[in-house]
């Protein structure tokens, strides 16, 4: 069995990442808006022009719900405690065991998915909205396809095995991830077939498979191998995030400049910077808009005016801020299908570390 110690690394590398505190001091360029009693921040940079097409409609909150993905503009995939169970030790407390479901955000009703004694976390929806790729367990984690029609699971790692944040759908029938501790690279499609694609020999993160090649990180190292191949090259020595474009062209890149410096890019498929995009003590949550045009993430940073939720153009990298007090994003930003709305769960360090779920109207 993995050790305990090695996922509660993990996770508080993906969750509690220390963030500089955030002065509140006043700014000029800062405009503050009230929606219904809720403070909606706008800021202008001087030295990126403001994405003027773009304006923040409305904002809702959902309480003690993480979100991960949308079904459609008003379905969202959630999860959260499912009191049909008994309460879990776990790190952050005791609790519920966190279940999936839909949110309907029309109604405001819930519809569980499949229930479990464990918790269920990190879902990743496949293109055709069809299965879903997810963990299950307190500390030590397992993977799991699951079927959204039949409601039938298939586990396709071995027990406490996989990184949180692991996981890329390749297709519509088949996912990419890598296991702990030795880092070997396996394929998995729906029916459960598993296929060894390659060992990174260490442990590895952002892997993801475009036509013949795979990519992987091993620390911050970026690497490029062939399938079929032991042979890799290296790409970069300084990454920390690689999220693909829909058309799998080019990547959002975010290096790990220095000690306390992050910043994102956008690069080839080799690495190479064609532009920058953000700079800040921690950049998350990034993800694509799916037409590939813009960038939603999330920026971290001793100076509070540059810190918050943005979006940006991915051609003439115009920028708007959209500051709703994340601080601590669970998971990636996500866009909804027509484009229109973005979702993103912040998590709120406090006793049983629960969530907070925005859901953004843009215009």
Request: charged share 20%; glycine share 4%.
């Amino acid at each position: 069995m993995l050790s305990k110690k090695v996922i509660l690394i993990t996770s508080s590398i993906i969750f509690i990442i220390t963030f500089s505190a955030f002065s509140p001091n006043a700014d000029t360029n800062r405009q503050v808006l009230d929606d219904g009693g809720k403070k909606i921040t706008l800021l202008k940079h001087d030295n990126v022009p403001t994405y003027n097409e773009l304006a923040l409609k409305k904002i809702n909150l959902i309480n003690d719900v993480r979100a991960f993905d949308w079904i459609d503009d008003d379905t969202i995939l959630i999860s959260k405690g499912n009191k049909n169970y008994p309460k879990l030790s776990t790190p952050s407390g005791i609790i519920y065991p966190q279940n999936l479901y839909l949110h309907n955000l029309k109604t405001n009703e819930d519809k569980l998915i499949l229930g479990s004694k464990l918790s269920m976390s990190n879902a990743i929806l496949s293109q055709d909205k069809k299965h879903i790729f997810y963990k299950e367990g307190i500390e030590n984690l397992t993977g799991f396809i699951l079927d959204l029609k039949t409601k039938q699971k298939i586990q396709v790692t071995k027990n406490d095995s996989i990184y949180p944040t692991e996981g890329q759908w390749i297709n519509n029938d088949n996912i990419i991830f890598s296991l702990l501790p030795e880092g070997k690279i396996y394929s998995a499609s729906v029916k459960g077939k598993l296929s060894l694609l390659t060992n990174a020999k260490g442990i590895s993160s952002n892997t993801i498979k475009i036509k013949n090649d795979l990519y992987y990180s091993v620390g911050e190292k970026l690497y490029k191998q062939e399938l079929n191949s032991s042979n890799r090259k290296l790409l970069r020595k300084d990454l920390t995030w690689l999220i693909p474009s829909p058309n799998q062209s080019q990547f959002a890149l975010v290096k790990h400049t220095s000690k306390t410096t992050r910043t994102l890019i956008l690069s080839d498929l080799m690495g190479n910077e064609i532009k920058t995009f953000a700079e800040g003590t921690q950049i998350m949550g990034t993800s694509w808009s799916s037409d590939g045009s813009k960038l939603a993430y999330t920026v971290a940073s001793e100076n509070n005016c540059d810190a918050g939720l943005f979006v940006a153009d991915a051609k003439n990298s115009k920028v708007v801020q959209l500051a709703v007090d994340i601080q601590y994003i669970s998971d990636s930003v996500k866009w909804s299908p027509s484009g229109k709305r973005l979702l993103a769960s912040n998590i709120m360090l406090n006793n049983n570390n629960s969530f907070t779920t925005y859901i953004i109207d843009l215009k």
